[in-house]
């Protein structure tokens, strides 16, 4: 069997752990293809999650925290042969009726949407298997919709065939803001060419029937197969010269290229070696490459001609023909290159399979006027969702996405379209960044950095086992942690194993994509917050130190006071139970490493970027209205850095809003962690309490759940701060946050980056040591021109 | 800019032409193709003849005697055109054709009939022209003039258009379906403002040109899926081994045993797009079933080839030509002859699908432009490359060809 492509369940395999959470689904919408089906539900996850609980009047402890099972919303989307869509119908039968039935009466509420080609032929077949009603969805409008939610959800949703990369992909989020119109051209059995405006307009403007059926249907005649990854297998084995008419084959190759400046290899007539006069046998192989090249480049040419008629410069190309299959991609991307001249470019989805049943599903939505369901931002599931494999036609097997709060552009980014989160692109060349690190001042990397991408994984994944022993600790009362603990470790190292033979096996490779697999990997495994003990015992001693602190920056002369709280700040940085180096030394010298301690292993001034100066006539000038912080790491440096650097900015009169994340993420606090911290600080510092009350000190979670910040998916509490707020400043720390993102991020208003390099490697690349200051202020002025 | 260079070049072409001596007989013209090879040969009529060479006589005799020449030459005696006139002398014009992979056979002809002696360069287009320059050069120590093959093709259809009323042609009421469609000549002289048009060569690739004046042209698309396609595919799937035989296939089938039209899909119209039910939603849509495809007789899979190549190419016209703001289409090239059924589909395309806004016309000696074109280079004073035009100072055409070219890049 070659259908590799769709990794289909077999009967076998249909099982709980395919179809998850089946008892607990509410919503189903099919896509009925020719050979794949598609199917799409929402379910009630169960998750375990941490709660902190404050209580004021408790000496132990500084707060306690719980673990709980929470549930919450998951879209999940599977792939199956049409041939098995009746044993599959049956089995969410089975799971549905459950023990009450109740799963079934929630199906029968509403009408059961499907599109696709097959939705008319099994329509009554689902009716009497499933007891509802089925209701068809037209696949152009599923199609378009679907497009539009995965470009909105997804972010690297979208790449480009970039034939002299490896992989040959380029991520791209250009169309994701809606804003222009593109044209996507869906190639099934024919060709249709819709142009969109936006997730529910759009027109069919064209179309051609040399499509998909056609390489099928003529493959199965020259080839005598019918199957269809077969015919594409085959069709990559073999040379289409041998059947195509070159332009070298009519000018003769010399003059072809010295007299007209064209490639001798362009094609001047498909098959044009086939005819009978040449009296020759053709093989399979070859006959096959040269009718998906023709068929390729004829929908190539084809979109262009539309897509110039109706000024579009960016085509989406979509359907069952293009299956992640390189040749295919490499055609059509080469057939809009060459006639476009690089005006138009071409791209595809990573997710293309399940636009249409996506689609279907939003259709459904809206129809039964139920569009809230849908509300919030939905994220892929890193560790149970199936690899990307560009190429492989190993297409999207499962995806889950999982519902977040509603996530939304921070409104202070200079230029969101322009703006990449990501310094370091692991999964291929970097030279699209290199302008960018000039810009920040530092050493671009090599641009084809293959070492880095080695680096980092092998950074991450000799990690593995502290996570893991770290997790299990963390639920000392749990019989089951070890055995988990187990899983996590599996599933982490899969996606090291996968990654390490497919790059963008999960979308681009970053340091933020790792860290993020590591956390859906820990979730998934059961353990919400492996460091909650250790981020507790942090802040209490840090919090033990406070006073005295704040005591000693009080003693200092005004004028000293900004780079005092500058280094305070960059001292706390350091520790990161993240970084190897650092776990190293805490766990070395225990509590005698102390803040004092970590600002002597600072790099003494001149930092690497050194901005201090800068910053403090800045600061003195007291132009400020509201500033807004991204805290980092908990204990030392939330309490003995980044406080006291806040409760300064406060007694200049400068309001700030500390951001912390929602969820946690290594020993970054949180947002509920930071309120417990915040209040007890208030019942010791009454300028902090005042500030509080007052509203001139306010704590935003920013949604995430990352160790890194990615500002295209901030809160809607965040964003709606910074507005109400006006918000002129903004302070974001830390190695994650300031340096693996954000490094070149441009923002309409002044912005203080500060990290220490806590890595060598790192450091190394940037052009430093280890424990290197990168202390950059960049004003508004400044980012506005360059 | 094309044409601003053309006024300048045509006074200086005036001011020169005092000085024109007529190139030696026989006067013929190439165009070389990657399938076939075109050759137009002018007779001149028998008041002439006593002023001919005795050695041209039995070249003539055999040019003009046979319609076959070896095993694989043949002469179109419907295209054949009595009283054409160049230079003062009246003849007739002969449409001759052969494979271009019997090129050796005819490089050996021609040297056995002491072409050589005749004349020392023959005028050729096509990509041939380049590819078997050398062996024109070594074999029979002939230079071919090499020229540009669109050029040559317009040239030879305004020629054409012009002196042969018949010629162009389009079809009033286009009927896939019929055999009869009317035919009605369509007057296309460069006094009748026949520009813009655009000129659709399909050979064994396709290339489309936007034509807005005379020498003011440029080649805005073409498709590699073309009259080469439809053999090579009908050969592979039919075993036939003409285009004659491909051709009569097509006609005799019926493509919807093979296609899958938009009400297989949709079990009628789709009526959001309005697109109708018959029409073709996938070229060989059906094939992939192993059924289907037991059914598909070989007629059948000639047409749909037919169908799909034909209306592709119909299709990028189409988009070429309302992009370019031109509303007539002048369809050429081999691919058109004795194939009313693409004529017709090509002519009913173009109608419904820019909803009776863009014209299609056909042109009676589709295939033999470009070497009539080439022919016209050697003979036709109005042609700024002519061979044989010498200026006052004597300069060849060679000096004087680049001077133009000289005098091109100065503009």
Known sequence: NTSEYCSSIAISELSADVLRDLPTAQRFALDIGGSLSKIVYQSKRKWRKTFVVYDENTDSHLYSTQE??????????????????????????????????????????????????????????????????????????????????MLKHIPGELFSYEHDSSPPCCFADELSDGGEPFLLVNIGSGVSMLKVENETTFTRIGGTSLGGGTFWGLGSLLAGTSDFDELLEIASQGDHRNVDMLVGDIYGSESASSVHGLSADIIASSFGKASKADCKEFSKPDLLRSLLITVSNNIGQLAFLYASRHQLRRIVFAGFFIRGHLLTMRTLTYGVNFWSQGSVKAYFLRHEGYLGAIGAFVRGLEKDRRIGVLTGSWAENLCTSSSFDVGSWQGMAALELDKRKELTDFPLLRDRLDYVPDTWDLSQSCQQ?????????????????????EYWLNCFEASIDRHQQRAVLSQPDSPSATERGEAFRLAYQNFFKEARANPVAFGQLTVRRILDVQEHCLRESGFPDPFWVLKREENEVALDGLQSRLS???????????AALIRGLLGGNVFDWGAGRVAELLAEHGKQFGLNEAMEQLQPR??????????????????YTCAIVFVDNSGCDLLLGVLPFAIDLLDRGVKVILAANHGPALNDVTIFELRALIRRVGSFVPRVADALSSGRLLLAGTGSSSPCLDLRYVSVEVADACRQEQVDLVVIEGMGRAVHTNLYAKFSCDCLKLAVLKNAWLADRLGGNLFSVICSFEPAAAAAVG | ???????????????????????????????????????????????????????????????????????????DVHLEMPNVSFLGRSGTLHFIRFPTCSMSIFIDMAKDKNLKDLADMICATGGGAYKFESDFQSRLGMSLLKLDELECLLNGLIFLAERHPLECYYLPEPDPSRSDCLRQPYSLTRQSDCYPFLAVNIGSGVSIIAVRGPRDWNRVSGTSLGGGTFLGLCCLLTGCETFEDAIALAERGDSNKVDKLVMDIYG????????????????????????????????????????????????IARMCAS????????????????????????????????????KALFVQHEGYLGALGSLMELVDPDSINNAYFTSEDGYKKHDFLRLCNIFKLLI
């Open chain 1, 552 to 562: 000693h920056l009080a003693s200092l002369p005004s004028a000293d006071l900004p």
């Open chain 1, 68 to 149: 709980l099972e929470k549930e919450a919303d998951c879209l999940h989307f599977i792939k199956f042969e049409t041939r098995l869509l009746e044993n599959c119908l049956d089995f969410i039968y089975d799971n549905l009726k459950g023990s009450d039935g109740r799963g079934l009466e929630i199906l029968r509420n509403s009408p059961l949407r499907v599109t696709g080609g097959g939705a008319h032929k099994y329509r009554l077949a689902i009716e009497a298997k499933l007891g509802c009603v089925v209701e068809k969805e037209d696949e152009m409008t599923c199609l378009v919709r679907g497009c539009a939610f």
């Open chain 2, 268 to 315: 009628g119209d789709y009526e959001l797009f309005g697109l109708r039910g018959d029409l073709v939603a996938s070229s060989f849509g059906h094939m992939m079933s192993v059924d289907k495809r037991a059914e598909a007789k070989p007629e059948d899979l000639a047409r749909a080839t037919l169908v799909m190549l034909t209306n592709n190419i119909g299709s």
């Open chain 2, 323 to 358: 992009t370019q703001g031109i509303d007539r289409v002048i369809f050429t090239g081999n691919f058109l002859r004795c194939n009313e059924l693409s004529v017709r589909l090509l002519a009913h395309a173009m109608d419904y699908w820019s909803r009776g806004s863009i």
């Open chain 1, 606 to 623: 001149p930092w690497l970027v050194d901005d201090l100066d800068a910053w403090t006539s800045r600061l003195k000038a007291g132009v």
């Open chain 2, 1 to 75: 800019m094309a044409s601003r260079q053309l006024s300048e070049t045509k006074l200086r072409r005036r001011s020169m032409s005092t000085s024109y001596r007529l190139p030696p007989l026989p006067w013929f013209g190439m165009d070389i193709g990657g399938t076939l090879t075109k050759l137009v040969y002018f007779e001149p009529s028998l008041d002439n003849a006593e002023e001919e060479r005795e050695k041209v006589a039995h070249i003539r005799k055999y040019l003009t005697s046979n319609v076959a020449y070896g095993t694989t030459g043949l002469r």
């Open chain 1, 433 to 453: 960044f290199q302008a960018a690190f000039q810009s920040a001042r530092l050493n671009p990397p090599p641009s084809q950095d293959l070492s880095a991408r």
